[in-house]
């Protein structure tokens, strides 16, 4: 997949072995982009060029599950902490003590869990369309609209059911939901086409739909303050996320803010590249 400027190679950690793209000069602010359901590195190819052309060292895996990498077996394998240790051992495998994390959709979950809970490796955060997980459940109690958004996630929880709907006629479902959340040309068809061929391997589906299904058994605490400099970055038209979440992350943060865009949706880098990256170069160089 011919992104320019970026490089391919595997990286083994403890647990799993990452399929991880590279681009940007060695020297420059270790980052690393983290891709959400049902994307993979590819999700970042509007925004790997400019990054890396504003200096910063980037780092962008399939994370585990998805795309190249590795599929451990049994929802277990799929807890943050697990997802989190992977980003962790990642930035160790390439020599990083501190990381400019930046995380869309459920890749920004773990940016946040890796913020709250290991500040001391993150050295700025950026979020597009992600809410805190420790925000989530109290959100949801008070705003049943929320919970309505996210009633699939319910599905998700269903063996079996759930892969055969999204892999039934090429992922039509799937495709017709990223068509239909999005605006008019955010994703062609020759991108779905790239999609489609991710999620049709083996054992992939299972694997992607198990990081909901382990959130389940995510402990109801309070997580640590997020203490590091932070960036929300939120389409206030995203169907699956009211806006009100990224202003409840939001008030667990020591020195963050919020960049509204009025017209993007849930995919925000996708619709409106140029002013995405224009606010993650600001705020990451």
């Known amino acids: 997949m011919d992104v320019a400027g970026v490089s391919f190679r595997r990286v083994d950690l403890p647990d799993v072995s990452l399929h991880v793209g590279e681009a940007g000069p060695d020297a420059g602010p270790p980052t690393i982009l983290l891709h959400g359901f049902p994307e993979f590195w590819y999700g970042w190819r509007h925004q790997i060029g400019p990054l890396a052309e504003a200096g910063l060292r980037l780092v962008i895996p399939d994370q585990r599950g ?7 077996r049994g929802v277990s394998a799929y807890h943050l902490d697990r997802l989190a240790g992977d980003v962790l051992a990642l930035a160790d495998a390439c020599g990083f003590a501190r990381v400019r994390l930046v995380g869309h959709d459920w890749g920004g979950l773990v940016a946040w869990w890796i913020a709250s809970h290991h500040p001391e490796r993150v050295a700025r955060l950026a979020i597009l369309n992600a809410p805190h997980p420790g925000v989530v459940g109290s959100y949801m109690r008070r705003h049943p609209g929320q919970w309505l958004r996210s009633s699939y996630v319910g599905l998700f929880q269903l063996p079996v059911l759930p892969e055969r709907l999204l892999t039934a006629d090429r992922c039509r479902a799937l495709r017709r939901a990223l068509a239909g959340t999005s605006r008019p040309g955010a994703f062609s068809a020759s991108d779905l086409d790239r999609y489609v061929e991710a999620w049709l391997r083996p054992g992939a589906m299972t694997a992607m739909l198990n990081w909901y299904r382990a959130l389940a058994q995510l402990p109801r605490t309070a997580p640590p303050r997020v203490r590091v400099p932070t960036r929300i970055l939120w389409g ?6 009211q806006a009100g979440l990224a202003e409840a992350s939001l008030e667990l943060c020591d020195a963050g803010q919020i960049w509204w865009h009025d017209r993007a949706t849930h995919w ?3 619709e409106e590249p140029a002013a995405v990256n224009a606010e993650l170069r600001r705020f990451l160089s």
């Open 66 to 72: 998805y795309g190249l990498s590795d599929r451990p």
């Open 268 to 270: 925000l880098a996708h």
């Open 236 to 241: 206030r038209k995203d169907t699956a996320l």
